[in-house]
């Protein structure tokens, strides 16, 4: 199943989002309200985090099939902040490893009657497949499809991005490292291209480049000086071992001298440039300490964002479902 047709899927007859399985296909509007909204439940460290009953009487599960700690905590917590009831299925507890289907897995959770599933697999568009087998009025969220998706980080991303640097269509952003095996790069590429940022540019070797033409609009830079001079933002990837054959794996210690972001590397970029990373981060292969800790760093934000986006998420997703209930209703009735 392609993005393209989880960008159809995700819309319920009347084009409103009812699921959210990528960021391909939605508007710059509907980007802006759903950073806006989040903006609206963003709390920082130290704050009571906001709290509305949006969700009330609602039950959120969470399913990872993959390895996850900002995610799955950001989803749980958001969806409790909103008033759900949240239950956290992992690869461990799941009758998945005894054999039964995902389907099957979702249909029981249906009866139990869950409405909301956050999903994150390793499997190319199961999201989508989940999405068309589900009941009319639940909802599918990728929480983190294989290499090709992860719509919340996108969103946090460019939220954090907009909160320290303000509207993107004046930045100049890098995103840095294995570009080809990252649904973090692809989600936050396409959120910033229809944000209309002023300069998009994937700095990569060759190998760890994204397959032609993908994310046209994007300048590839096979040069880590001249993929981050004079950027505004430069954001770092982790190496996903866990995607690449045997043939394609990366030497870390390789990698740090010629790819890592260092204090030395950052020198090229604006001295206000903000440094980024989605997480997990390996130390010392992608990026130091030093600038991971540093001053110009705003990893922490990204954190505390996604709790934010997630809340927004939820909040929009469901508003949305009950629209339609409300207007199925009446034409029922
Ligand atoms: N950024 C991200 O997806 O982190 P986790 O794998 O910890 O959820």
Known sequence: MSIESGAELQRDQAGRLRHLLTLEGLTRDELQHLLDLAQFYVRVPGELPARDQSLWGRTVANLFFEPSTRTRVSFELAAKRLGADVVNLDMQSSSRVKGETVLDTIYTLQAMLVDVFVMR???PGLPAYVSAHVAPHVSVLNAGEAHLSHPTQGLLDVLTIRQRKGEVRNLSVAIVGDIRHSRVARSTSRALLTLGVGELRLVSP???APEPGELEGARRHHSLAEGVAGADVVMALRIQRERMADADTVDPETFYREWG????????ARPDAIVMHPGPMNRGVEIT??????????IRQQVTNGVAV?????ATIVRNVQERNVEAGRRAG
């Open 310 to 314: 997630r809340m927004a998420v939820l």
């Open 289 to 298: 300490s030093e600038v991971a800790d540093g001053a110009q760093s705003a």
């Open 206 to 208: 060759a190998s760890l």
């Open 121 to 123: 697999d390793a499997e």
């Open 261 to 268: 972001v260092t204090a030395e590397n950052l020198r090229g």
